[in-house]
């Protein structure tokens, strides 16, 4: 059974930086894609990161691009999101996400196995 814990998130004041971390456990987790999504007051769950299994490759949402970095450090199976340059729209909860490889990096329906959240809030 996987298992995912998001922390980092806060409040902080735009242009500000926070990291977010997902503890991982389970099985075969080196070999699974994991992402980053995120969920305003009213609106969709959307995507904002993700990696591959060996961090080889990364994607992003267009609004996060240059200012957000994914990585993982599979030895300790955890995935982080650093966020510099924080602008108030940016303030949801992020939900850690992983999948065995295969499919869309950015589709929810994708991702079998989600964190509780973590809220990051962006004041101006």
């Known amino acids: 059974q996987v298992q995912l814990v998001e922390s980092g998130g806060g409040l902080v004041q735009a242009g500000g930086s926070l990291r977010l971390s997902c503890a991982a456990s389970?099985?075969?987790?080196?070999?699974?894609?994991m992402g980053w999504f995120r969920q305003a007051p009213g609106k969709e769950r959307e995507f904002v990161a993700a990696?591959?299994?060996?961090?080889?490759?990364?994607y992003y949402e267009d609004s996060v691009k240059g200012r957000f970095t994914i990585s993982r450090d599979n030895a300790k199976n955890t995935v982080y999101l650093q966020m510099n340059s924080l602008k108030p729209e940016d303030t949801a909860v992020y939900y850690c996400a992983a999948n065995p490889p295969g499919g869309s990096y950015s589709e929810r329906r994708n991702y079998d196995y989600w964190g509780q959240g973590t809220q990051v809030t962006v004041s101006l």
């Open positions: 389970g099985p075969f987790l080196r070999r699974y894609k």
């Open positions: 990696i591959n299994w060996s961090g080889g490759s990364t």
